[in-house]
């Protein structure tokens, strides 16, 4: 198992992650159609889109057809698919730009490596901003205060916590400073302030881990290969209980994981052979323990959120 080091250094490698976003106003909303400056950023990649609304709507608010709507009222799109903004920007990213993933250099090495997506050379992902014709029957509307989505966030904690202890004690009996701090430092984007918070919920007291807490997001093509399948759009969201040791003791690795929850799309434990699972816009290797992938790598809702690429 890579030592604690190595973890850190991945963690902050995958911190430092960023996209190239080239957003432009929806031709529906620009009064001089589609003549308006576009709004480049680099954007880390485990933030939210609906944090940067504030400023999208001042930079655009010369060219709205109504000026008078609300930064909470913008909604994002790609190709005409509208984004789930609850989503991390690094997993949309993932899940429907189409860039190829980073490959592996270790591909015969049992650990987690830092060959994540850092954003360098890459071609801005063009999305669209939109201020009317919210699709209601996609996504849930936005809040003023921002609420909707500090709690979206949480619960999501609340649920990989309780994957990983059975319990929910621990992001339960956070305090009110310590809970305010985890959001905080997730909407400034600061590893330090999030990792005092986030290390106290991944060495709760009372026992040790029972579950890595993964979904996995196929493409809606893929065969079905789970009973534990959502609807979500063009895609389908796989999620099961994982441990992190097989019967044997040995570490549960991602080979033996997906395997077993998706073994149509993945009958060998350590080759890919119809398709790769993809973190942080890396192909992981099938040989890594799925606990240090979790403790290095996990999105800031304590997640490992996987999305399937199929070869060939």
């Given at each position: 198992m890579a030592g604690q080091v190595d973890l850190s250094q991945v963690q902050k490698a995958?911190?430092?992650?960023?996209?190239?976003?080239?957003?432009?106003?929806?031709?529906?909303?620009?009064?001089?159609?589609?003549?308006?400056?576009?709004?480049?950023?680099?954007?880390p990649r485990l933030s939210y889109l609906p944090l940067i609304l504030p400023r999208l709507h001042a930079f655009f608010k010369p060219d709205l057809i109504n000026p008078d709507v609300l930064p909470h009222?913008?909604?994002?799109?790609?190709e005409g698919v509208p984004l789930k903004w609850h989503y991390p920007v690094g997993l949309l990213y993932d899940l429907f730009s189409g860039a190829t993933p980073t490959s592996s250099r270790q591909e015969k090495s049992d650990k987690v490596n830092d060959d994540i997506d850092v954003g360098e050379n890459r071609a801005p992902w063009r999305l669209k901003l939109h201020f009317t014709e919210?699709?209601?029957?996609?996504?849930?509307?936005?809040?003023?205060?921002?609420?909707?989505?500090?709690?979206?966030?949480?619960?999501?904690?609340?649920?990989?916590?309780?994957?990983?202890?059975?319990?929910?004690?621990?992001?339960?009996?956070?305090?009110?400073?310590?809970?305010?701090?985890?959001?905080?430092?997730?909407e400034d984007h600061k590893l330090p302030a999030f990792n005092s918070v986030n290390q106290k919920l991944l060495h709760a007291q009372g026992g040790a881990l029972r579950n890595v807490p993964v979904r996995i997001y196929l493409p809606s093509s893929a065969p079905a290969g789970s009973d534990s399948e959502k609807s979500t759009g063009s895609l389908r969201v796989v999620q099961s209980l994982v441990t992190p040791l097989l019967a044997s003791r040995e570490q549960r690795t991602l080979g033996h994981a997906l395997n077993e929850l998706l073994p149509s799309l993945?009958?060998?434990?350590?080759?890919?052979?119809?398709?790769?699972?993809?973190?942080?816009?890396?192909?992981?290797?099938?040989?890594?323990?799925?606990?240090?992938?979790?403790?290095?790598?996990?999105?800031?809702?304590?997640w490992v959120h996987l999305s399937v690429v199929m070869l060939g």
């Open positions: 995958i911190w430092n992650g960023s996209l190239p976003l080239e957003i432009r106003l929806s031709p529906t909303d620009c009064r001089i159609y589609e003549k308006s400056d576009r709004y480049l950023i680099q954007y009222e913008g909604w994002f799109s790609f919210w699709p209601d029957e996609q996504l849930v509307r936005l809040d003023k205060e921002g609420k909707f989505l500090h709690d979206a966030f949480i619960n999501s904690v609340k649920e990989a916590d309780f994957v990983r202890n059975g319990t929910a004690k621990g992001i339960m009996s956070l305090s009110k400073d310590d809970s305010t701090q985890l959001w905080k430092a997730v993945f009958p060998s434990r350590r080759t890919a052979v119809l398709a790769r699972a993809v973190l942080h816009g890396a192909m992981l290797p099938l040989t890594a323990p799925v606990e240090e992938i979790m403790r290095a790598a996990a999105y800031a809702d304590g």
